[in-house]
């Protein structure tokens, strides 16, 4: 007779054994999604920051000549921003552009686009640096036509 409930103990036993078993999978499988994703989202953020910024170059430069004035664009180190600067009076309402905190900004310098031919007129680059990919992102702006080249550099 004793037999007979030490058997049945360990029955219930490997019972729980497994049903804790398969609670760690599944736990598992739900966390390692979602700590991935985490990664994935931040990189996407940097990304889109690129996006934006290479968009608000065009649109500051596309403003000095249809507004016929001055337009500019500059990092602000308080605020780890770039800011753009146009006519008061143009539609645009994001002058500012937030620099994600995985990026440094290591080579900055004002950008003027001259009003009528969105010329900016010198060899100015800003260049950013991706810690986690080991990168490089250098804008270096063109003399005479305003337009710029995007180089990756791998560190």
Same mark, same amino acid.
């Given at each position: 007779?004793?037999?007979?409930?030490?058997?049945?103990?360990?029955?219930?036993?490997?019972?729980?054994?497994?049903?804790?078993?398969?609670?760690?999978?599944?736990?598992?499988?739900?966390?390692?999604?979602?700590?991935?994703?985490?990664?994935?989202?931040?990189?996407?953020?940097?990304?889109?920051?690129?996006?934006?910024?290479?968009?608000?170059?065009?649109?500051?430069?596309?403003?000095?000549?249809?507004?016929?004035?001055?337009?500019?664009?500059?990092?602000?180190?308080?605020?780890?921003?770039?800011?753009?600067?146009?006519?008061?009076?143009?539609?645009?309402?994001?002058?500012?552009?937030?620099?994600?905190?995985?990026?440094?900004?290591?080579?900055?310098?004002?950008?003027?686009?001259?009003?009528?031919? =969105?010329?900016?007129?010198?060899?100015?680059?800003?260049?950013?640096?991706?810690?986690?990919?080991?990168?490089?992102?250098?804008?270096?702006?063109?003399? =005479? =036509?305003?337009?710029?080249?995007?180089?990756?550099?791998?560190?």
């Amino acid at each position: 007779m004793r037999i007979a409930r030490t058997n049945k103990y360990l029955i219930e036993a490997y019972t729980l054994a497994e049903t804790i078993t398969v609670l760690i999978f599944s736990l598992f499988f739900f966390i390692f999604p979602v700590l991935s994703f985490h990664s994935l989202e931040k990189e996407q953020s940097i990304h889109r920051f690129f996006d934006q910024l290479e968009k608000r170059i065009d649109l500051v430069q596309q403003s000095a000549i249809i507004h016929q004035q001055a337009t500019r664009f500059y990092y602000d180190p308080k605020r780890h921003s770039l800011l753009f600067e146009v006519p008061p009076y143009s539609s645009m309402e994001w002058q500012e552009l937030p620099i994600p905190e995985a990026l440094t900004i290591q080579r900055h310098a004002p950008i003027t686009y001259a009003a009528k031919t =969105g010329n900016e007129s010198s060899l100015k680059a800003y260049e950013f640096y991706w810690p986690e990919k080991k990168q490089r992102i250098i804008y270096q702006f063109q003399l =005479g =036509g305003g337009r710029y080249i995007k180089r990756i550099q791998s560190s």
